[in-house]
Nanobody, 120 residues
Framework: QVQLVESGGGLVQPGGSLRLSCAAS????????MGWYRQAPGKQRELVAV???????NYADSVKGRFTITRDNAKNTVNLQMNSLKTEDTAVYYC??????????????WGQGTRVTVSS
């Protein structure tokens, strides 16, 4: 069974930095796109950043220049370095990956979410 496990959330002051990590495991044959989404209270889940296996990235306009997404294909991990954090970045952040396992076709998986709070 494929699982995505996130870590790295927490409380940080405006202007600070956090690094989120996500590790995929469980009978993985290949992973296509990996990414991070977030959901703030009372809002819909939105894309933050995604990265292909070849390293092509895409960011939400609101985080461009502040966040950096990277991945390690050998370890099936994806990271999100978040700098210059703003109060509006406060949300639960979810890892997502399009995974083909040894028993299932490619499908989308989600992590359990990690909370990021930006507050003074």
């Amino acid at each position: 069974q494929v699982q995505l496990v996130e870590s790295g959330g927490g409380l940080v002051q405006p202007g600070g930095s956090l690094r989120l990590s996500c590790a995929a495991s469980g009978g993985i044959f290949s992973i296509n796109i990996m990414g991070w989404y977030r959901q703030a209270p009372g809002k819909q889940r939105e894309l933050v950043a995604v990265i292909t296996g070849g390293g092509t990235t895409n960011y939400a306009d609101s985080v461009k220049g502040r966040f950096t997404i990277t991945r390690d294909n050998a370890k099936n991990t994806v990271n999100l370095q978040m700098n210059s954090l703003k109060t509006e970045d406060t949300a639960v952040y979810y890892c997502n990956a399009d995974v083909e396992s040894f028993v299932t076709r490619q499908r989308s998986y989600w992590g359990q979410g990690t909370r990021v709070t930006v507050s003074s």
